[in-house]
């Protein structure tokens, strides 16, 4: 394998969209793979870029390792120092030098996987549902989004609660589709800003759900105040 990798657009995209979830990140060697928690240990994503790297990356800020892919057109990395990425464009006219992290301020990587255990709900949504639901629950201040079961259908709602009670204030719901079930599964708001695209939910009673949206799988915990019965 190849020490100079190019480095796609569709790359840089992907790690754009991981920063959210944690600042560092540990792209291992020989793998297409990228995998990430969050500090609170709440979220967790699998991915995938189209390049493989010869031995470990260990991005510290990913942010600034996006920056500085951005400053460099059609970027090829260098890795053939083990402590070092020699970043230049693919006319040789720009070249940046970027340390690696240290292996161990590397708080994002996980080697055991995740499993979901059987899902209780499988709910599809559309790009278009989802960002309905995203923006009222931002325009109204809504603290959570999810699915509620209402007389045999599955709605998806964002809503808030008066002081832990099941009365609700201002809201804002779409049927997604139906069930025999009786449950409120939800999450904070803000822990769905992450996704965008179509999605399917797979959600369990234990309060652990898997969304697949495009390449991109993540593993999010609902609220602990979810219900199934």
């Known amino acids: 394998m190849s020490n100079t990798i190019k480095f796609s657009k569709d790359s840089i995209a992907v790690l754009e969209s991981l920063y959210p979830i944690n600042q560092s990140l540990r792209i291992v060697a020989n793998n297409k793979q990228l995998k990430t928690i969050n500090p609170q240990k709440t979220t967790v994503v699998y991915t995938t870029i189209d390049e493989e790297f010869p ?17 460099i057109k059609e970027p090829e990395l260098d890795v053939s120092d083990d402590k070092f990425i020699i970043i230049k464009s693919s006319s040789g006219g720009q070249k940046l030098r970027y340390a690696d992290a240290e292996p161990s301020l590397i708080q ?45 259908n599955i709605m998806f709602k964002a809503f808030a609660k008066n002081n832990g009670s099941n009365d609700e204030t201002n809201g804002y719901s779409e049927k997604v ?29 234990k309060l652990i759900s898997r ?17 199934f019965n």
Do not use: H, W
């Not at 979901?116 to 989004?145: F, G, H």
């Not at 009786?182 to 999450?187: G, K, Q, V």
């Not at 915990?221 to 219900?227: E, F, H, I, V, Y």
């Open 55 to 71: 031995r470990d990356i260990n991005i510290y800020d990913l942010r600034e390792f996006i920056t500085v892919l951005n400053i």
């Open 177 to 205: 589709g139906e069930t025999d079930d009786e449950f409120e599964l939800f999450y904070p708001a803000n822990a769905l800003n992450i996704l965008s695209g179509d999605c399917e939910f797979e959600i369990s009673q």
């Open 108 to 152: 994002s990587y996980f080697e055991k996987d995740v499993k979901l255990p059987d899902p209780d709900v499988t709910v599809s949504i559309s790009n278009d549902t989802l960002k309905a639901v995203q923006k009222a629950a931002q325009a109204l201040n809504l603290p959570y989004i999810g699915f509620v079961s209402e007389d045999g």
């Open 211 to 227: 969304v697949t949206s495009g390449k991109t799988t993540f593993y999010i915990s609902l609220d602990p105040k979810s219900k």
